[in-house]
């Protein structure tokens, strides 16, 4: 049966960290215009769903953004909200199997997902879970917030980039940016979806790897020459093997990412680095450890990725053993 796409008007995001409380500031404030900040159980149309315990202490410990606390409205139970029309994932890849759990019960056919989660794989699993579904590819990024416990602190809002990779998809597309459109949550609206999030894969097995393994910050990175020696040979090992797989990364790429981390904040690290210093496992499989295995297997030399994995697969090793 085909799907039937409306106006987007109720909408939930999963997963309160650094992207998802960048975005919930924007669609909270839009779409929940009446609603107090002591009202916890007022009717919303934008929520973040999680389980009643994380909920309870989410409650029990208000969030502080920039100095400021924030309140948003929490979900569990889909007659506490309805059915979605739009549920944006921005959980860690390790939680998706748990998250499409706790929002299968608000999905129904007409709903449009769309995962932040970093790398090329988290869409995939959701087709397979949700396979009536619309799922839109997406990327977050120009973020640089750090967020720990209750606190995160930002000053770049950045954006999401999204699009079809079907044609199927459109309609469901159209929708999703008529919403950010009046919702004013800046996008991109991507003609090659595949290559954009290739594009930030190279970029996130570069920067992301880097800060973690060597505890810099994106200044560091841009400053330290040996530094961003490394994080230019690994952008470029990622487009080799990006190129054996058939998506053309254009050398151009890397001086456009160069730019934009210089505009970043000197002090703030990219998610994996927060992961490693917080003592949580890194996504390390979504970044080299998938492009170290692609890349040998189209015969890609990539040894400076292969450095890396090792060496955040160690911190990871000794995270896990504390």
Sequence with gaps: MKNSFKPIKKVLIAGRGSV???????????????RTNDDQSAKVNFAFVADPE??????????????????????????????????????KYGALPMVMEEIAPFVDKNTILMSAINGIVSEDDLRRRFPENVVLRTIAQKMDSVYSGNQMNHTQTGELVFGADDPSQHEAQEKVRELFERCHLPYVLSEDILY??????????????????YDAGYGDVMNQPELFELFMKSMEEVRQTAIAAGIDLKAEELGKWVDAIKKLAYDALPSMAQDVRAGRVSELSLFAGTIVPLAHEHGIDVPVLEDLYARILAIDEKNQNM
């Design 54 to 91: 994380r909920i309870n202490r989410y409650r029990n410990e208000p969030l502080i953004v920039d100095g400021k606390p924030v309140f948003f409205p929490y979900v569990s139970k889909e007659e506490e909200f309805g059915k979605a029309d739009l549920i944006l994932i921005a959980s």
């Design 196 to 213: 954009d999030q290739w594009n930030k894969l190279m970029l996130n097995c570069a920067i992301n790897e880097i800060c973690a393994a």
């Design 20 to 34: 998802g409380i960048t975005e919930g500031l924007i669609l909270n404030d839009a779409l929940n215009e009446d």
